[in-house]
């Protein structure tokens, strides 16, 4: 049972169909980790544990993956919190510990500060001591509603309310 104020967020629920290699449940070859909004910390977060299929070195996660996570992680805080669709136009990641497969972590997202053009966001993952294991800051750009339909089609049944508040 989910914590109150914790809100599934899924792609379906806001207009479009994807195949993201991150979040989505039916793409049998990504990793399906399912997001939530934390209302009351004002986080976005996951718990996610990833196989050896994702490893790079050894028994350790494989740091594009690591990249994967976090960028997703940081697209649904824009999103969610800060009610924006936005794509990815610079990030920083620090590798402070090893992610390991097959151990349980989480990943979360906030949002730094915000422009009508920009959202600076803060991801990290951490296992479940609490530990951070690597962290990453992103600037999002902000798409209006015109640059939402040429990326993700003409079709009419787009829902851009998230870009109007």
């Given amino acids: 049972m989910l914590a109150v104020g914790k809100i599934r967020l899924h792609n379906d629920d806001l207009g479009y169909e994807t195949n993201c290699f991150v979040c989505e449940q039916n793409n049998d070859a990504g990793l399906r980790i399912p997001f939530f909004h ?19 070195a050894p028994t350790m996660l494989h740091g594009g993956v690591t990249l ?59 296992n479940l001591k609490g530990v951070v294991r690597a962290e990453a800051t992103a600037t999002f750009t902000a798409l209006g509603e015109a640059q939402l339909k040429r990326a993700v089609g003409e079709s009419g049944d787009i829902d851009t309310s998230m870009t109007l508040d």
């Fill in 68 to 126: 994967a996570v976090l960028d997703e992680a940081m697209a649904w805080a824009c999103i969610a919190i800060g009610r924006q669709w936005a794509v990815t136009s610079e990030t920083s990641t620090k590798f402070h510990r090893a992610i390991y497969v097959d151990k349980p972590h989480v990943v979360e997202a906030e949002i730094r500060e915000q422009t009508d053009s920009e959202i600076v966001t803060i991801g990290r993952i951490l």
């Fill in 38 to 56: 934390d209302e009351e910390r004002n986080l976005v977060t996951a718990d996610f544990t990833l196989s050896d299929e994702f490893s790079g």
